[in-house]
């Protein structure tokens, strides 16, 4: 990917850290961690069970307040979580006249969040009782490499722009639908078609960054498109359970196969139209 250094950046669209109540929903990846998909079904929050530091991130709204062009990306790498932001939150706001700003919110360790207390293993995640974006950034040097991703900045803006989808559908009310159904899991599960569409948002957005190089960022490549799809195939169910379990387990999915994930990613540039997202007219896993 490359950033228009003449775009001004908006860096109180993220902050270092956050501030428990509704089950956070999804983090695109967060589900790959057992212990997250745990607290996912039962309610209560296992993630400390996964160890490491439990020092807890503090809010930091000045944290990026260097990053002010998109030139800044180049001297400041960390730079680059406000130029996706920007760019993610500029589309939606033109394609959703409902679109509320939020925010990005780095964190290291664990943070507290009105979701409850999450840690580093819980991969990016959205929380829809504060309606802010949560990841640690180190989960890019780790953990998405572990499963298999090529990495990149293309491979990162998927993760955040897919917990932005989370974002619209808590917007829109559909995200409460499925919610109010319970906790489900396996292909035709109400809750893959909600990780799916929010793929296919993020593969809309994606688009929208194509056809307007006058953002923050100027360019994508098809390399940047291939390392997107690439990580989305990466954090499918299919994958992620034959790696951490040996064997496949359909009727636990909660996100979808690596293929749908994948194809949906590819649906969302492919049209470039949200109104094609609708992953629950029928089995889409």
């Not at 098809?222 to 997107?228: F, I, K, N, V």
Request: net charge negative; proline share 3%.
């Amino acid at each position: 990917m490359r950033y228009n250094e003449n775009a001004r950046l908006d860096a109180g669209q993220v902050s270092g850290g956050g501030g428990g109540g509704r089950i956070a929903v999804g983090g695109g990846i967060g589900t790959m961690i057992l212990l997250f998909v745990l607290s996912q079904l039962f309610g209560i929050d296992l993630t400390g069970l996964a160890g490491g530091s439990q020092t807890e991130s503090r809010p930091d709204s000045n944290a990026y307040a260097h990053c002010q062009t998109g030139a800044d990306i180049a001297e400041h790498r960390e730079c680059r979580w406000v130029a996706y932001t920007n760019s993610i939150q500029d589309y939606w706001s033109q394609a959703y006249s409902g679109y509320q700003m939020t925010q990005t919110r780095i964190f290291s360790n664990q943070v507290s969040t009105a979701c409850g207390t999450a840690t580093s293993a819980v991969g990016p995640f959205y929380c829809p009782a504060d309606s802010n974006i949560y990841l640690d950034e180190t989960f890019f040097d780790t953990m998405l490499k572990q499963l298999g991703a090529q990495g990149g900045d293309a491979a990162e803006a998927y993760v955040i722009a897919h917990e932005y989808g989370h974002h619209v559908q808590n917007l829109t009310g559909v995200m409460e639908q499925v919610q109010r159904q319970g906790q489900q899991s396996g292909p035709d599960s109400l809750q893959v078609a909600l990780e799916l569409q929010a793929d296919c948002y993020a593969g809309v957005w994606f688009k929208h960054v194509v056809n307007d190089p006058t953002g923050p960022i100027s360019e994508v490549t098809q390399d940047d498109l291939d390392r997107a799809l690439d990580a989305a195939r990466s954090v499918g169910d299919d994958l992620i359970q034959q790696r951490t379990q040996g064997r496949v387990n359909p009727d636990a999915w909660t996100h979808g196969s690596a293929e749908s994930r994948k194809r949906w990613l590819a649906t969302g540039y492919n049209t470039g139209d949200p109104n094609a997202c609708n992953t629950f007219a029928s089995n889409q896993a």
